[in-house]
C-alpha cells in the first residue's frame, strides 16, 4: 500500500457543476496538506495548504483535512473548462526535509463546456 | 520573475551522455529540492539542500545522479551516462521552513 492514494481518473463533470477530490493517507505523522494543479508538460501550481485537520477556503476552493480518517479532499464550486487539469495531493510530516513531499499519482479533471 | 526558475525546459540526449540542469530558486528560500516525474505519476522526491548542505538523498538517485548547490543559491543536477529509463521531467522546487513548496516548470528529459 502506497503512502498516499488517489484516484487517477479520468474525472469528467460539466462546467457549473462541483468536483470533489480526495486522497487518503496511511503516515500519521503527516500534518502538512496540500493541492497542486498541474497542466500539461508543466510544473506543479500550489492551490491550496492547510495545516492539520480542519478546513480552508481561497475563492471557488475548499481544501478539508480529517486527520482522524486520514482524509483530505478538494472541493471546485462553479467548475470552468480552465480548471481541466490534473490535480496531485502532497503531504509533509513538517520537517521540510527528509523526505521532501509525499504526493499522490493526481487526478486528471476534465471539466466539459 | 520571483518564481523558482528551471533551465533549460526540454533536453534531448543520446544514451550515455551526460547532462546538467540548472535551477534557480525562490531567493529567500533555504531549502531546495529536486524531484522526478514520470507520465501517470506524482513526483517522487530525488534529493534536497538545506542551504549548501545536501541533507537528504533518495534510494531512486543512483550513483549516476549528482546534485550540487554551491553557496546555496542556486544548484545543478547532473546525470552522468544516461539511460533511456532517465527519461522523465525532473522538477525543482524550493520552501522556507514552514514546508510550502513552489515547483518550477521542469526540466523535460529525452534520451534517444
Known amino acids: 500500500q502506497k503512502e498516499v492514494e488517489q484516484d487517477p481518473g479520468p474525472l469528467s463533470v460539466p462546467e457549473g457543476a462541483i468536483v470533489s477530490l480526495n486522497c487518503t493517507y496511511s503516515?500519521?505523522?503527516?500534518?502538512?496538506f496540500m493541492w497542486y494543479r498541474q497542466y500539461s508538460r508543466k510544473g506543479p501550481e500550489l492551490l491550496m495548504y492547510?495545516?492539520?485537520?480542519g478546513n480552508k477556503e481561497d475563492g471557488r476552493f475548499t481544501a478539508q483535512v480529517d486527520k482522524s480518517s486520514k482524509y483530505i479532499s478538494l472541493f471546485i464550486r462553479d467548475s470552468q473548462p480552465s480548471d481541466s487539469a490534473t490535480y496531485l495531493c502532497?503531504?509533509?510530516?513538517?520537517?521540510?526535509?527528509?523526505?521532501?513531499?509525499?504526493f499522490g499519482k493526481g487526478t486528471h479533471l476534465i471539466i466539459q463546456p | 520573475d520571483t518564481g523558482v526558475s528551471q533551465d533549460p525546459r526540454h533536453k534531448i540526449t543520446k544514451r550515455g551522455q551526460n547532462v546538467t540542469f540548472r535551477c534557480d530558486p525562490i531567493?529567500?528560500?533555504?531549502?531546495l529540492y529536486w524531484y522526478r516525474q514520470t507520465l501517470g505519476q506524482g513526483p517522487e522526491f530525488l534529493t534536497y539542500?538545506?542551504?549548501?548542505?545536501?541533507?537528504?538523498k533518495s534510494r531512486l538517485l543512483s550513483d549516476r545522479f549528482s546534485a550540487e548547490r554551491p553557496k546555496g543559491s542556486f544548484s545543478t543536477l547532473e546525470i552522468q551516462r544516461t539511460e533511456q529509463g532517465d527519461s522523465a521531467m525532473y522538477l525543482c522546487?524550493?520552501?522556507?521552513?514552514?514546508?510550502?513548496?513552489?515547483f518550477g516548470q521542469g526540466t523535460r528529459l529525452t534520451v534517444v
Open positions: 522546487a524550493s520552501s522556507l521552513q514552514t514546508g510550502i513548496t513552489f
Open positions: 503516515n500519521s505523522a503527516f500534518q502538512y
Open positions: 492547510t495545516y492539520s485537520s
Open positions: 502532497a503531504m509533509s510530516d513538517g520537517g521540510g526535509g527528509a523526505d521532501g513531499l509525499t
Open positions: 531567493s529567500e528560500h533555504n531549502r
Open positions: 539542500f538545506q542551504n549548501e548542505a545536501q541533507l537528504e
